[in-house]
């Protein structure tokens, strides 16, 4: 028989973009683990009308769509993931452990978890992420810029409007392409990881 367990997401913060939960939602029981650690991978689809009073204007804009709560891998790399980064997830951890890094695998097939959307510091739990429209990265441009045209996401985890080495198709522009800038871009690729 399984545990039952609830389809609540706790949101320790209130705001998707600012949660740095040290523990699975920020509540630890007198075990010092997480009350709610059926929490992790958990997915929150936000509309439109919701995502108004669910994120920090300081940190970045978010519109409705997927988000996911995984945790931070401890072994970032330098500087700390930016607000637009794509993430990828961590082939060193265990399936189910939803960890997530700023590292592309070129050995393994490169697997990406989400885009970084603040908050979360190395080795915490956050929320990135996964579906809709969203701001990305763009690193240098390798081709013309268009709407409408497919993004891919470069070994960095910056986006690019070209097809690079290993290329990972994870949407279309929303907005112009502009290269070392934050552009909306119709996130539609998302590889779930259970």
């Given at each position: 028989?399984?545990?039952w367990?609830?389809s ?33 991978g958990?997915l929150?689809?936000?509309s439109?009308?919701?995502?108004g ?6 940190v970045?804009t ?5 988000y ?10 330098t ?28 050995t393994?097939?490169?697997?990406p978890?989400?885009v ?8 915490n ?18 081709a ?36 070392l ?6 996130v539609?690729f ?5």
């Amino acid at each position: 028989m399984q545990a039952w367990e609830s389809s609540i997401i706790r949101v320790s913060t209130g705001l998707l973009n600012t949660v740095n939960d040290t523990v699975i939602a920020n509540q630890s029981g007198i075990t010092g683990q997480s009350k709610f650690g059926g929490q992790l991978g958990k997915l929150l689809a936000v509309s439109q009308e919701q995502i108004g009073l669910m994120f920090s204007a300081a940190v970045g804009t978010l519109y409705g769509g997927v988000y996911q709560y995984v945790k931070l891998a401890t072994d970032l790399g330098t500087p700390a993931p930016e607000v637009g980064q794509m993430l990828f997830w961590d082939t060193s951890a265990g399936i189910g452990s939803f960890v997530v890094t700023d590292t592309k695998d070129e050995t393994n097939t490169p697997t990406p978890a989400g885009v970084y959307i603040g908050g979360p510091d190395a080795g915490n739990y956050g929320f990135i992420f996964k579906a809709g429209l969203c701001y990305l990265l763009f690193g240098a441009l390798t081709a013309g810029a268009a709407t409408g045209q497919g993004i891919v996401v470069t070994a960095a985890g910056l986006a690019d409007n070209n097809t690079p080495v290993n290329p990972i198709y994870v949407g279309w522009a929303y907005d112009l392409p502009v290269a070392l800038s934050l552009k909306r871009v119709n996130v539609d690729f998302m590889t779930l990881r259970s």
